[in-house]
């Protein structure tokens, strides 16, 4: 198996300081060299250095982490693999670690920020004092998971046990698939594993739709899912299938310009026959199958588009008050592509 890291690191002029980000994951069969892609900007403040690292593997670990930005602790691991992190420069290497693999060739990007629906935060709050935030959940999995659905798994237990603080999607990969997990509220979460012959986009808004309990093959969720839905009204089985998006994730104004248009030229990018426009946002594809294999060079290409050759250009037309968000932003602190070859 041979593994890959593309990352860089931006230090231009910030843009504000408003947690987003940019997702791209292929599946093998949808790339041109039979690897799996997994690929993120991560966009939060340009002036914010980052570390790369290498932690080695220790043993008799005693003790618990305890995360940077709030209260949340895990036991730490007695045994803890080799992984790399890229970590934020006022987290001392011990946490906000982003993305890497470990030494069983397990990669994470973490996270996507998304934001839950309103009425699944009533009922079921976030736990932003002690829930699990994107500041622990690479250095918590990383070291101890030894698949791709390990890490959803173990991921999902903690959201279960501890909760999660804030809305996150979080991509896993291995040699042999690709798993991708979204919040619901507070303790509810689903899985879901990329089909082999697609890709998928994300941009800072709930994705995942589609959730059959019996089909454990492709699907993991919170164990309450469903029936934490239907008691409070969030879905009803009489109005059709379980739709995770409609039940869970926010959908508002706000979408139309901040992350439908990235997720509409992505799939237009690879997909450019697609008969959708910007304002079919609430019924894009959520897996789609390109009409070309996708290659890495393609996914660099996606990462740094800014809506270039279009009226939505906000560098080119030198349009600060431009409503689309690109993808490629000034305040894009590190962008990085894993690739794992079976």
Known sequence: ??????????TLLSMG????????????KASGDGSFIVARNEDYSATNAKHMVIHPAVGN????????????TWPLPKSAMRYTAIHDFDTQDKSMGEVGFNSAGV?????????????????????????????????VILPVVKTAREGAEMLGKIIEQKGAGEGFGVAFVDSKEVWYLETGSGHQWLAVRLPADKYFVSANQGRLRQYDPADTANYMA????????EKY??????????????AYSQDVENDTVYNYPRVWTLQHMFNPAL???????????????????????????????????????????????????????FRTQESHILQVRP
């Not at 932003?128 to 250095?139: A, F, L, R, V, Y």
């Open 1 to 10: 198996m041979k593994i890959s890291v593309l990352a860089s690191v931006m």
């Open 17 to 28: 300081q408003t947690m987003a980000c940019t997702t791209i994951l292929v599946g093998d």
């Open 61 to 72: 670990q005693q003790g618990e982490f305890k995360s940077h930005s709030n209260d949340f």
């Open 107 to 139: 990669g994470i990007s973490a996270t996507e920020t998304i934001y839950n629906s309103k009425p699944a935060l009533t009922a079921d709050p976030y736990v932003e004092k002690t829930g699990i935030t994107e500041d622990s959940i690479q250095t």
């Open 222 to 229: 919170s164990p309450t899912l469903l029936s934490f839905a």
């Open 233 to 246: 009204g969030l879905y009803h089985p009489k109005y059709g299938a379980f739709d995770f998006h409609k």
């Open 275 to 329: 008969k959708t426009t910007v304002e079919d946002g609430k019924n894009f594809p959520v897996f789609l199958k390109p009409e070309k294999k996708i290659s890495v060079a393609d996914v660099k290409q996606a990462l740094r588009n800014h809506y270039q050759n279009t009226s939505h250009d906000p560098y080119a037309n030198n349009n600060p008050k431009e409503p689309w968000r690109p993808i490629s932003v």
